[in-house]
């Protein structure tokens, strides 16, 4: 898998490593840099009750803060094998060379929706 996902995102080399750690982000062929996610544990999730939040965030309004509850419960979540992520977010240009590299056509106009949007 993480084979496949080098091949899709151009890379061109494996990044040097010391002691299970990447030296230097690595750059792939669209002149994105990317750096290793390591394997571990983490905690997702869980929010402070709505009472500390609006305390803490007396701008927002009470239904933005109500809203998180689907972020709960707390869960541990491990990764079981190191991954590579992107250090910046991907650019139009980017997303238009890889387009134009790959011949991927994006589901917003295979589908001819244009996308989806946050109402």
């Not at 062929?29 to 905690?43: E, H, Y």
């Not at 250090?87 to 994006?106: I, M, N």
Request: with cysteine; charged share 20%; net charge negative.
């Amino acid at each position: 898998m993480l084979a496949l996902s080098a091949l899709l995102a151009g890379c061109q080399h494996t990044p040097s490593t010391q002691a299970g750690t990447v030296t230097s982000p690595w750059v792939n062929s669209l002149g994105m840099a990317f750096v290793r996610v390591p394997a571990g544990t983490f905690w997702m999730g869980g929010v402070p009750p709505v009472e500390t939040l609006e305390k803490n965030f007396p701008l927002l309004e009470r239904k933005r803060l109500t809203d998180l509850a689907d972020e709960s419960p707390a869960h541990e979540v491990r990764i079981t094998r190191d991954f590579y992520l992107g250090q910046h977010e991907v650019t139009v240009g980017q997303f238009q060379r890889f387009l134009e590299a790959s011949g991927y056509r994006p589901e917003s106009e295979a589908d001819g929706t244009g996308g989806y949007g946050y109402n």
